[in-house]
């Protein structure tokens, strides 16, 4: 049965959708680009016997508020301002998470901007009003997003980061950029369709076969109607490179996770990743891609967030 979602409100007054199952230490669990809540079900009731397990829909999907404009620049200053619109969202959800907020409507008492965000800091264990900060699962995009909300002061325990996106040094800049303005030209055109082919025939790595396969799936008009959202998703992945002096502040426990059979791009960015956050351990599933299915995935994820040295199949590992 699928539970009904509750609703926090963002910073800005935006209600999100969020959905628990589960019982346990809390765990948020942040989708990337062009997915929904509905899309990490089976992930989290996989780990639902260890956890509970909050997964929420992003700004612009699904029962969530707060479709962007696509007039937005990502590429400009605007870009922080949708990031930061983000990083309200989930410092909202966390504090409801790590209340154990159940029923109704919560008014989430995060900001975003100024370099903080939930009232936490880098490394807090706690979240609203002294309740344990709740574990952190975020793939792709929502992975840059998770992080950057914990070096804004979002409260986290432990965090698994999964293929995060960024590029490492000048990689693939024209790329970034050529990607960024075919989706938004798409989007502001009207073209749904061609946006989300346009971001993710720029990232291969992020589709789980070829655009022209996906545009014949039946899976294909659920992910049309996801595009208006990837304004955020442009922001997060096509602006900046992997910050690493601002990741080596965090003291947040940390698993960097990737496929060894993802492109070099995705495992070097990964490693990278695993280099700068000190202590960070770095983990390689032997034969996996971008999308790992859940049998696979969770007791990967759940071995690292109760505490398990994620050593079998590593690579790289922390400082």
Wanted: glycine share 16%; hydrophobic share 45%.
């Amino acid at each position: 049965m699928i539970p009904a979602p509750e609703f926090v409100v963002s910073g800005d007054g935006t209600r999100i959708a969020v959905e628990a199952v589960g019982a346990g230490p809390p765990l948020v669990i942040t989708t990337g680009a062009l997915q929904g809540r509905a899309g990490v079900r089976l992930l989290a009731q996989a780990l639902a016997d260890r956890f509970t397990v909050h997964v929420w829909d992003r700004r612009g999907r699904g029962d969530s508020g707060g479709v962007p404009d696509p007039a937005l620049d990502p590429l400009g200053p605007d870009g922080e301002t949708l990031v930061a619109a983000e990083v309200a969202d989930l410092a909202a959800v966390v504090e409801h998470a790590g209340a154990g907020h159940a029923g109704g409507e919560h008014a989430g008492g995060g900001h975003a901007g100024g370099g903080h965000a939930g009232g936490g800091h880098a490394g807090s264990g706690h979240a609203g009003g002294g309740h344990a900060a709740p574990a952190h699962y975020a793939h792709s995009a929502g992975a840059v997003l998770a992080l950057e909300a914990v070096m804004r002061g979002v409260p986290a325990g432990r965090v698994v980061a999964h293929e995060a996106p960024w590029r490492v040094g000048g990689a693939d800049a024209d790329g970034r950029r050529d990607l960024a303005v075919a989706t938004m030209t798409a989007l502001r055109e009207g073209r749904d369709d061609d946006a989300a082919a346009a971001f993710l025939g720029g990232f291969p790595a992020a589709a789980p076969a070829p655009v022209e396969r996906l545009r014949t799936t039946p899976f294909w008009a659920g992910t049309v109607a996801l595009a208006p959202s990837l304004p955020h998703d442009v922001a997060l992945v096509t602006r900046d490179v992997l910050p690493a002096a601002r990741l080596a502040g965090l003291s947040v426990p940390l698993l960097a996770l990737d496929g060894a059979a993802s492109p070099a791009w995705v495992r070097d960015a990964i490693a990278a990743l695993a280099a700068a956050v000190p202590g960070a351990e770095h983990r390689t599933m032997p034969g996996q891609e971008h999308f790992v299915v859940p049998a696979v995935l969770a007791p990967v994820v759940a071995e690292y967030l109760e505490g398990g040295a994620a050593v079998r199949g590593s690579v790289g590992g922390g400082r």
